[in-house]
């Protein structure tokens, strides 16, 4: 019989063919989705990061130039304390090359310069109550124990303990008494009234000729003392010289660019900026401000009118009349002086500690000044009160608030606010130029060791030192670690006091109330007006402790940077015999707008270069971002407490210091090139998640691909016995995988095209290789698949196959029944091979893919740092990121789902057949179960094994991976098992299917039948 030609009428397309094989539909959605969800989410990605990196790139100033062979970062890491002390400085001519270079829109210098101030008001006064009606004279003897102490963050720490004498009379009479003719004929020498010399009894001086009866005399234990004939309230008010008078250090600054800089917070400048640097005077002061007077402007204007009485005309060297001014400070022309912002704000804390004593009456003992020597004696006197208060005003030069310590009476101690009259200047008696110790590498931070410390005792005693004179001994009480280094000093002849100006006052403002924005991710300090927190966070061990903030040093030269307190025209800084007082010059570039872009990245870096070829060491800001730096402290001056120090004299032995290392502390450093880091290591990771998940798609579709020969090679088999040629059949194939592939070919343009909207960090350069190659991988496996399933094909007849419902399903044999639940099930998983390996390859690729996901993820946050702009950046895309992952993982879950579905469906009748034979639904459900479990534990190990073996290759030595392949894995065997539940319904309802049901109702296979 002729065999009957082969018709194609009633066949469906390619397209009803394609879709009616579920598994194959599914994977090709999935990975299509994949493709466009993956592209769709890292554009987002991208769009986040750009948006980001626009709003924080650049802080308030883009380059920071030092001098040549300056070295100002430390691993990328830059100092806050180093910008305004370095060792290596600039001068004024420099900064005029800096503003001048092409490009350069504000060059901001800054600069610091430490003074001794010890002659300034002393702030500190005693007091004691006249008795109304006492005419007799009889003074008495008082000892003064004063014990000043600093907190340093760790606690109370004795800075010092003085000891004053006083011999005080409380009778009431009357203090000044006119001289007779004879007592003022005998005067001799020159009596100076508001700096005026008057060599005679005069009229004009009848202050110069008084008889003075002095109720109060002050001694300190250095033999310096003062008597005083003041009387106010009924009280006698004497000065105290045992005040700390600390070297304060000036801020040198641009006015104008420093305000440019600050904005708005800069306004507090203007008085300075007004003066444009111009040389000034007393005279020429009192006149700028005649117009705009303020609280300091009255003491100017008085000194001005002072030095205008003394003036008087002069023979000069060439006989020309000249004017120079007379008066206690030498004959000399007015000197300039430098006009200066003062802050109330006190580098550090302050507390007084009083106790006061009697009964040292001992006239024939001798004294000093009237004050009786065994007041110095160790003998205790009779306790007449003690008290403590907040002294942190008298570290301020400028101070116009005094402390009166109240000697006798049972009142409470009368501390402020008594003001004192603003001085209109005060002559420093010295200079130094201090830059910070060198930082050195430790382990993930850096180390520093101080190794001189300064005794603030040497600052309250002048006599006979030298200016800023550290010790290499810090067992000292009071002595206090210097993490600055002395690196020049100009000192002055005190007697003299020529060459130093005076240190003029111009105007107050509250450095409290400078509230610069720093909340830009991109924010580098000035190392100015902001402010750098140090805390300390472990011990010398290394032990992790609370949390503890270090408080700035009376000092100054500390590891913490006090808030600046005096504020001066660096133009004028040659006042100060500094000629090089630039430490860094802070550049912003002009013509840089809009966000963070190759055209304004290429725009600093030009600038950068042309200061560069000047000569100067330049240091890139832009893009920069802070970070917490540990920092280990050695050589610290663990402080005695007020406790320590009482049981030691209690005692009789001598308090002392130790030395040694704190811990660590941390501060927040500017990192270079933190944006370009952020973006690179973002950028990458991103695009590794994105290849991941199209990757898990990808590999994913192939194994559906695989899947499906063993079908196609069945009705490759039905077709060529109805008389189907082997190149027909494959055209037939190949027109379905036309159809899915050109699915993938539109899902992939439009991936390419969504991530073309993104130039940051070249992804999209990057995608089309990603979308290409995994579209080139689809055609591969397809092809293949294809080449695989139609082989040579003979007209021989098909197998005999049991068949239910259409479905394909092998009829069990006696023996299957015979062997146990999970015999049966492992059996299951040798005779169906092809479906075993199809769930075990998913769980291996769910696996791989959660730990690669998770690898990839954090080498990215370690390769972005550990600055403020990374872990923004970090902790946005990681959300982007984590859906990235989850595609990739979710196409494999719903994917292996799937498959076990669709081989419930096609095992439907091998299900209804032993349940027949006697199987319950539990025992049906228990089969099922082991071999998911047969299947699925090699899965879990394979997963496992595969991320032990990859991790060391992606430089890993995390055991995280390989947790988490096993973990993600081991899920999806647990989904797939309580999904087998919902397959036990499906039994059931096989159950109550018609037994007429015919297998002519459906086509023998879903797997690419005609």
């Known amino acids: 019989m002729r065999a009957q030609k082969p018709t194609s009428g009633g066949s469906p397309g390619p397209l009803r063919r394609a879709l009616r094989s579920r598994l194959t539909t599914a994977s090709t959605a999935l990975l299509a989705l994949s493709l466009i969800a993956s592209a769709g989410t890292g554009t987002a990605a991208s769009a986040q990061l750009q948006g980001l990196l626009d709003d924080n790139w650049r802080g308030l100033y883009d380059l920071l130039v030092t001098a040549p062979g300056s070295e100002v970062e430390l691993e990328g890491l830059i100092s806050p304390s180093a910008l305004g002390a370095l060792e290596t400085r600039m001068t004024l001519d420099d900064l005029a090359t800096v503003a001048g270079i092409e490009g350069v829109e504000v060059a901001a210098p800054l600069g610091s310069v430490t003074v001794d101030t010890e002659f300034g008001a002393t702030g500190l006064y005693v007091s004691a109550p006249i008795t109304p009606g006492d005419t007799v004279e009889d003074p008495h003897g008082y000892r003064l124990t004063l014990t000043y102490t600093s907190d340093d963050g760790l606690g109370e720490r004795v800075i010092d303990q003085v000891r004053v004498g006083i011999s005080f009379d409380d009778a009431d009479l009357p ?552 190149s027909r059949i494959a055209r037939r194939f190949a027109a379905e995988d036309a159809v899915t592939l050109g699915v993938l070919a539109v899902a992939g343009l439009g991936a390419i095209g969504l991530m073309a909207t993104q130039s940051i960090g070249n992804v999209d350069a990057s995608t089309p290789w990603i979308v290409g190659g995994a579209l080139a991988v689809a055609v591969v496996i397809a092809g293949g698949a294809l080449a695989v399933s139609v082989p040579a094909l003979h007209a021989t007849p098909a197998p005999p196959r049991a068949l239910a419902g259409g479905k394909h399903a092998p009829v069990p044999t006696p023996r299957a029944l015979a062997t146990s639940t999970v015999g049966f099930g492992i059996g299951q998983a040798r005779l169906h091979l092809g479906h075993a390996l199809t769930v075990l390859t998913a769980l291996v690729l769910i696996g791989l893919a959660t730990a690669g996901a998770w690898t990839v993820v954090q080498q990215g946050i370690a390769a972005a740092g550990r600055t403020e702009l990374a872990d923004a950046s970090s902790a946005q895309a990681l959300i982007v990121q984590a859906l990235l992952a989850a595609i990739g993982i979710v196409s494999g879950v719903v994917l292996v789902v799937l498959a076990r579905r669709l081989d419930a469906r096609l095992r439907a009748g091998q299900w209804r057949a032993l349940h027949a034979m006697g199987w319950g639904s539990r025992r049906i459900w228990g089969a099922r179960a082991v071999e998911l479990v047969t299947v699925g534990v090699p899965a879990i190990l394979l997963a496992a094994v595969i991320a032990w073996f990859g991790a060391p290759l992606a430089g890993v030595e995390d055991p995280m991976p390989i947790a988490l392949a096993a973990l993600a894995a081991l899920l999806a065997l647990l989904l797939l098992l309580a999904l087998q539940r919902t397959d036990r319904s499906s039994a059931r309802a096989s159950r109550r299917a018609r037994p007429t049901e015919s297998a002519a109702a459906e086509p023998a296979s879903t797997e690419g039948r005609p």
């Open 175 to 726: 203090t000044v008494t006119p001289m007779t003719p004879e007592q003022a004929a005998q005067q001799q020498g020159t009596c100076w009234v508001d700096g005026v010399g008057y060599t005679e009894p005069s009229p004009e001086a009848p202050e110069c000729f008084v008889n003075l009866r002095f109720p109060m005399e002050v001694v300190g234990s250095n033999g310096q003392g003062n008597a005083t004939t003041t009387i106010e309230e009924g009280q006698v008010v004497a000065a105290l010289q045992a005040v700390p008078v600390v070297p304060s250090t000036i801020t040198l600054v641009d006015p104008a660019a420093e305000q440019t800089l600050l904005g708005g917070e800069g306004a507090f400048l203007q008085p300075l900026a007004d003066l444009g640097g111009s040389e000034q005077t007393y005279q020429t002061l009192a006149d700028h401000f005649e117009s705009a007077p303020n609280a300091r402007t009255d003491a100017i204007e008085q000194e001005a009118e002072q030095q205008s009485a003394r003036l008087q005309d002069v023979t000069g060297p060439d006989g020309e009349i000249v004017q120079e001014l007379q008066g206690v400070i030498g004959n000399r022309d007015p000197l300039p002086v430098l006009p200066v912002l003062t802050a109330p704000v006190q580098q550090g804390s302050l507390r007084l500690s009083v106790r006061v004593e009697s009964g040292f009456d001992a006239p024939e003992d001798g004294g000093i000044r009237g004050v009786p020597r065994s007041v110095f004696g160790e003998e205790p006197g009779t306790l007449v009160r003690e008290y403590e208060l907040d002294a942190s005003t008298l570290l301020d030069p400028f101070g116009t608030d005094a402390i009166v310590l109240p000697m006798l009476g049972d009142d409470a101690p009368r501390v402020g606010p008594d003001e004192l009259e603003p001085m209109p200047g005060i002559v420093p008696a010295g200079s130094a130029v201090t830059a910070a110790l060198p930082f050195t590498s430790q382990g993930d931070g850096v180390a520093v060791m101080a190794e001189e410390y300064l005794d603030p005792r040497l600052l309250w005693d002048a006599r006979g030192r030298t200016l800023f004179s550290p010790s290499a001994d810090g067992t000292a009480i009071g002595a206090q670690s210097m993490y600055r280094q002395i690196v020049e000093q100009y000192v002055d002849v005190p007697q003299s006091l020529e060459g130093m100006p005076a240190v003029v006052p111009i105007a107050d403002y509250d450095a409290s109330a400078i509230a610069i924005d720093d909340s830009s991710l991109g924010y580098a300090p000035l190392g100015s007006f902001d402010r750098v927190e140090t805390t300390l966070v472990a011990d010398a061990s290394g032990a992790p402790v609370d949390p503890v903030q270090l408080a700035p040093p009376i000092t100054g030269f500390g590891i913490t940077n006090p808030v600046p307190t005096v504020v001066a025209d660096i133009s004028q800084a040659g006042l100060l015999q500094l000629d090089d007082p630039i430490s860094s010059i802070r550049v912003r570039v002009a013509g840089v707008e809009g966000g963070y872009t190759q055209q304004n990245i290429q725009r600093v870096t030009e600038v950068g270069q042309r200061l560069v070829d000047a000569g100067f060491t330049v240091t890139m800001a832009a893009g920069s971002s802070r970070q917490d730096v540990p920092i280990e402290l050695g050589g610290w001056a663990f402080g005695v407490s007020p406790d320590a120090l009482a049981q030691a004299e209690a005692s009789g032995t001598d308090a002392v210091q130790t030395v040694g290392a704190l811990g660590t502390v941390e501060q927040r450093w500017p990192s270079i090139g933190a944006a370009q880091r952020v973006e690179a290591a973002v950028v990458s990771s991103t695009i590794g998640v994105l290849a991941l998940a199209i990757g898990a798609a990808t590999l994913l579709f192939g194994v559906v691909q695989l899947a499906g020969v063993g079908p196609r090679h069945r009705d490759a088999a039905l077709l060529a016995r109805i008389g189907w040629r082997r």
